[in-house]
T-cell receptor, first 117, second 114 residues
Framework: GAVVSQHPSRVICKSGTSVKIECRSL??????MFWYRQFPKQSLMLMATSNEGSKATYEQGVEKDKFLINHASLTLSTLTVTSAHPEDSSFYIC?????????????FGQGTRLTVV | DAKTTQPPSMDCAEGRAANLPCNHS???????VYWYRQIHSQGPQYIIH???NNETNEMASLIITEDRKSSTLILPHATLRDTAVYYC???????????????FGTGTLLAVQP
């Protein structure tokens, strides 16, 4: 399958600082990228959907000013957690999909473990 | 997207076939059935998908009932590395980003026993 890479895989930051997570599609052009958050022993929760060159669409209850998403190119999307607090500590996962015709599955990055201290 | 129902957990002996059921009784005609799995602390991995015909690839087989209200993912010879949470998701294929979002349920924790 296609490769989606996230960086960093782990990050620890101080409360009040911002953290940027990168998601890259390595061998295909991702017209759509998705960002998920997963708390321990829970399922993945979709945070937002972004199409290249457009503003992200956020799911209900997700603060767009806190979780800034940029999808400036067909191979890169970034999630910035602004003014992070301990409750933002979670596993963040991106997913990318090629927007061609027909059935195309989404591929996932390996995830980023964020710990806010 | 239609909702799915899966058992919370299942056990399987190593080397035996693992059969994971999924109910999707409200699936629409243009919605596909997708299966992903998530090994602990990793991102989900795509396994297989289908519309109405049975599908097989190098990882698994997908059996969809004729009325499409349920399906079964089959891992023919389970190994310890197949221990993971398996998610069954239905969604429309193609179209714009919004219609393609994958909404995860709680999935089935498959524990392969030695």
């Amino acid at each position: 399958g296609a490769v989606v890479s996230q960086h960093p895989s782990r990050v620890i930051c101080k409360s009040g600082t911002s953290v940027k997570i990168e998601c890259r599609s390595l061998d295909f052009q991702a017209t759509t990228m998705f960002w998920y958050r997963q708390f321990p022993k829970q399922s993945l929760m979709l945070m937002a959907t972004s199409n290249e060159g457009s503003k992200a669409t956020y799911e209900q209850g997700v603060e767009k000013d806190k979780f800034l998403i940029n999808h400036a190119s067909l191979t890169l999307s970034t999630l910035t957690v602004t003014s992070a607090h301990p409750e933002d500590s979670s596993f963040y996962i991106c997913s990318a999909r090629w927007g061609g015709r027909g059935v195309t599955e989404a591929f996932f990055g390996q995830g980023t473990r964020l710990t806010v201290v | 997207d239609a909702k799915t129902t899966q058992p919370p957990s299942m056990d399987c002996a190593e080397g035996r076939a693992a059969n994971l059921p999924c109910n999707h009784s409200t699936i629409s005609g243009n919605e596909y059935v997708y299966w992903y799995r998530q090994i602990h602390s990793q991102g989900p991995q795509y396994i297989i998908h289908g519309l109405k015909n049975n599908e097989t690839n190098e990882m698994a087989s997908l059996i969809i009932t004729e009325d499409r209200k349920s399906s079964t993912l089959i891992l023919p010879h389970a190994t310890l590395r197949d221990t993971a949470v398996y998610y069954c998701i239905v969604r429309v294929a193609g179209g714009s980003g919004a219609t393609n979002k994958l909404i995860f349920g709680t999935g089935t924790l498959l524990a392969v026993q030695p």
